[in-house]
Antibody
Framework: QVQLQESGPGLVKPSETLSLTCTVS????????WNWIRQPPGKGLEWIGY???????KYNPSLKSRVSISLDKSENQFSLKLSSVTAEDTAVYYC????????????WGQGTLVTVSS | DIHMTQSPSSLSASVGDRVTITCRAS??????LNWYQQKPGKAPKLLIY???SLQSGVPSTFSGSGSGTDFTLTISNLQPEDYATYYC?????????FGQGTKLEIK
């Protein structure tokens, strides 16, 4: 059973860069596409992007200019960086796995709340 | 980009009822449609994938149908633990997007 755990600062200042890490256990990091998804308080879900084992990435065009997802195979981790944050980036950030086929998100982390505030 | 629209946005029903939630895609997505259940403070949980396949461990009271642009999630014999918010999500091609959610409340 794959388990995911997000980690990182819970508070980020406006205009700075949000950085989160997701640690994968119980499964091979080569077996899935690794995704970030966020949910502003009281609102719906937004897909941010994914990285594959090969290092290939795909981002949501709405965030593409500010997003970077990277992979650390040796640590079984992948990371999110979101630059130039504003209050609108305040959200619960989830990491999630997506299989090779069909694109559903099978395993999720518990989520971590990131607040953008000075 | 593909836009997903769910209806209704909220729904009240009683234990034992049968409820249906609808999801419509802005273009054909074949059967690349998935359903999730989310309870307060928790991560979404996969219920149905590829429109009608039941995820392992999910009760058979949940079922999904549809193809192309129109999809439904049906919950039969509602149980107290089924009260939650439900989201559809397309996985046809990136960017993946979710419906706005349907909050199922106790009547």
């Amino acid at each position: 059973q794959v388990q995911l755990q997000e980690s990182g600062p819970g508070l980020v200042k406006p205009s700075e860069t949000l950085s989160l890490t997701c640690t994968v256990s119980g499964g091979s990091i080569s077996s899935y596409y690794w995704n970030w998804i966020r949910q502003p308080p009281g609102k719906g879900l937004e897909w941010i992007g994914y990285i594959f084992y090969s290092g290939s990435t795909k981002y949501n065009p709405s965030l593409k200019s500010r997003v970077s997802i990277s992979l650390d195979k040796s640590e079984n981790q992948f990371s999110l960086k979101l630059s130039s944050v504003t209050a609108e980036d305040t959200a619960v950030y989830y990491c999630a796995s997506r299989g090779y086929n069909y694109g559903f998100f099978e395993y999720w982390g518990q989520g971590t709340l990131v607040t953008v505030s000075s | 980009d593909i836009h997903m629209t769910q209806s209704p946005s909220s729904l009240s029903a009683s234990v034992g009822d049968r409820v249906t939630i609808t999801c419509r895609a802005s273009q054909s997505i074949s059967n690349y449609l998935n359903w999730y259940q989310q309870k307060p403070g928790k991560a979404p949980k996969l219920l149905i994938y590829t429109a009608s396949s039941l995820q392992s461990g999910v009760p058979s009271t949940f079922s999904g149908s549809g193809s192309g642009t129109d999809f439904t999630l049906t919950i039969s014999n509602l149980q107290p633990e089924d009260y939650a918010t439900y989201y559809c999500q397309h996985s046809y091609s990136p960017p993946y997007s979710f419906g706005q959610g349907t909050k199922l409340e106790i009547k």
